[in-house]
């Protein structure tokens, strides 16, 4: 590991030369500070994490809030947070991933050390109790997803709600008229989690919208109820042609219940999901789906953060359009 007293003899100059050059704190010459920083390049020289927060009042480091809930889908977190590590070294910047529900103490416990510069904060709900707290953050931050009240905050997700309307129009223009969302585990909408609220909202605005009769289905993320909805749905619905599904874990599962209650997808039954387009395209019968794009709103909010870092002017709110990518699970009724 090269030292700061390699750079110095490299460059000819003390340790301490290459300390101020580093911080800035007294002045040097323009031809010293130029051949520190040759050496530095030339050598590879990296400051210590605690030096260079020192030099810079900044700890290069942000916070990723991710509360490992109940009914939370763990590998599609975990995409949203990759991308956000990957875009924070691209600034230099390290991730503190905080998986703990402490809520407002946790939030308030990382905000006054030291630890971080700002915070990316997940699984946001319609009336989160953490926001009035960010709101008086002296740190950055930013939401992925977006509570009920986004004033003075900075959101950025995907267009749920838009998502769900793309489902049930795709399906309604196939001819589809008695449709059904299989969603996210009871807890969650318990929460209030905000994604979940909006797909339910936009499903049911376009299901209207369009003249169709549907209806709403939270599920437990495991096989068995996978099983226990279908036999419901086709118990109570027997009419039904078409279901949207916002439920990463039971997509599967569920074509296989239905197949085995003697429903072929799609000659009798079109299936949409909301999931990431690796899961929808590795199902036994590749499902048409709208994108999670987590990789983009993880790097989208790293991005607004340093910004902000910075003092440029962010939006308030960014929100992804949805895309549906049509796969072998939809067909046109007779």
């Given at each position: ?41 030339e050598l590879g020289y990296r400051p210590h994490a605690g030096a260079r927060a020192l030099a810079s009042s900044r700890s290069n480091v942000l916070a ?172 109570e619905r027997p009419a039904l042609t078409g279901v949207v599904v916002h439920n990463e874990p039971v997509l599967e599962p569920l074509i296989d219940a ?77």
């Amino acid at each position: 590991m090269v030292k700061i007293t390699d750079v110095a003899r490299h460059a000819g100059v003390s340790p301490s030369t290459v300390s101020y050059a580093l911080s800035g704190k007294r002045p040097i010459s323009e031809e010293t500070r130029q051949r520190v920083e040759d050496s530095i390049r030339e050598l590879g020289y990296r400051p210590h994490a605690g030096a260079r927060a020192l030099a810079s009042s900044r700890s290069n480091v942000l916070a990723l809030v991710v509360p490992l809930r109940a009914g939370i889908h763990v590998p599609v977190v975990m995409q949203f947070a990759v991308s956000v590590v990957t875009a924070a070294r691209r600034h230099d910047h390290d991730v503190l991933l905080l998986t703990q529900e402490e809520g407002e103490e946790g939030l308030r416990r990382v905000a006054d050390t030291a630890l971080v510069d700002a915070l990316i904060v997940m699984d946001v709900q319609l009336h989160d109790a953490r926001l009035p707290l960010l709101r008086a953050l002296d740190r950055p931050s930013v939401l992925i997803g977006f509570p009920a009240e986004a004033d003075g905050l900075t959101c950025i997700d995907l267009d749920f709600e838009a998502a769900g309307e793309l489902c049930v129009e795709h399906l309604a223009g196939l001819g589809h008229r008695v449709i059904a969302l299989v969603g996210s585990p009871p807890e969650v909408y318990v929460r209030e989690t905000g994604f979940a609220q909006r797909v339910v909202r936009g499903f049911t605005a376009a299901a209207d919208r369009n003249g169709l009769s549907s209806s709403v289905h939270p599920c437990e993320a495991d096989p068995a109820a996978a099983r226990q909805i279908a036999e419901r749905l086709l118990r109570e619905r027997p009419a039904l042609t078409g279901v949207v599904v916002h439920n990463e874990p039971v997509l599967e599962p569920l074509i296989d219940a239905f197949e085995a209650l003697g429903l072929r997808v799609p000659g009798d039954l079109s299936v949409t999901a909301i999931c990431p387009d690796e899961l929808a395209g590795r199902v036994r019968v590749p499902v048409t789906s709208v994108a999670i794009p987590a990789a983009e709103v993880g790097a989208g909010s790293v991005e607004l953060l340093m910004k902000k870092l910075g003092g440029a002017p962010v939006p308030q709110a960014t929100l992804l359009p949805p895309r549906l990518t049509v796969r072998t699970s939809t067909r046109s009724r007779p």
